[in-house]
């Protein structure tokens, strides 16, 4: 059983995030806890100097709140947003934040991809801690 869990939420793909949260459940150990994280990729600097630093933070808080929805205001579970490279940030999270687990969905993936989605691939290889690919 593992004390930290984190489950990456992605909102560009069709993923059964209810599907991953199941699977965090059974693996988390009494008394542990589950992270969902979703990755905000980041403003181009060409861009990011036009955009008003509050409406960044406006972007930042409509986030959580679609991602605290998409987990049905799930209350067992604790929102993260953070901003970088989806699989980069994902690992880097889990590194800086003691994971022990990644539940981690995939995406039913095309020939580019081979087995698993890219994200996931990346997770996989690059983890610090176990990673559980939900289909």
């Not at 593992?2 to 009494?30: G, K, M």
């Not at 709140?65 to 880097?92: N, P, Y």
């Amino acid at each position: 059983m593992y004390s930290n869990i984190l489950v990456p939420i992605a909102f560009d793909h069709e993923r059964d995030t209810n599907a991953a949260l199941a699977v965090a459940r059974q693996l988390r150990a009494a008394g542990g806890h589950i992270t969902a994280l979703n990755v905000e990729e980041e403003v181009p600097q060409f861009v990011a100097r036009y955009i008003p630093e509050d409406s960044r933070a406006d972007s930042r808080e409509a986030i959580t709140e679609a991602l605290r929805a998409r987990i049905g205001h799930a209350e067992d579970v604790e929102v993260a947003v953070v901003t970088g490279h989806g699989g980069e940030a994902i690992v880097d999270y889990a590194r800086d934040h003691g994971i022990d687990c990644i539940v981690i969905a995939s995406h039913r993936p095309g020939v580019q991809d081979y087995f698993i989605g890219s994200t996931a691939a990346r997770v996989v290889r690059h983890a610090p801690c176990a990673v559980h690919v939900v289909r």
